[in-house]
Nanobody, 119 residues
């Protein structure tokens, strides 16, 4: 059993900052990758940022949201700076995790955390 627990969402004014955290726990042997996706109302889920040995960012954030990872804590962070109203969405944590045993790596998702940016 693996769980991803997100925190740090909320309401912020345009130009402000928020820091999202996502901690993975459970029967984790190793984590290949961690990342953040978001889904705004009426839109498809899109990549915000991902991290393995390197980082990858969605075009919509263009590096304004640096992603980082604490390997010892199995935690990934998303620092969201200079927030704009169009960043309003539910943000989901994702992790590709190897559990103990012979099962292949599996993509796990958090429950989502709401981010609202007011103008």
């Amino acid at each position: 059993q693996v769980q991803l627990v997100e925190s740090g969402g909320g309401l912020v004014q345009a130009g402000g900052s928020l820091r999202l955290s996502c901690a993975a726990s459970g029967s984790i042997f190793s984590i290949n990758a961690m990342g953040w996706y978001r889904q705004a109302p009426g839109k498809q889920r899109e990549l915000v940022a991902g991290i393995t040995s390197t980082t990858k960012y969605g075009d919509s954030v263009r590096g304004r949201f640096p992603i980082s990872r604490d390997y010892a804590k199995n935690t990934v962070y998303l620092q969201m700076n200079s927030l704009k109203p169009e960043a309003t969405a539910v943000y989901y944590c994702n992790a590709r995790i190897n559990t103990y045993g012979w099962a292949p790596p599996y993509d796990y998702w958090g429950q989502g955390t709401q981010v609202n940016v007011s103008s």
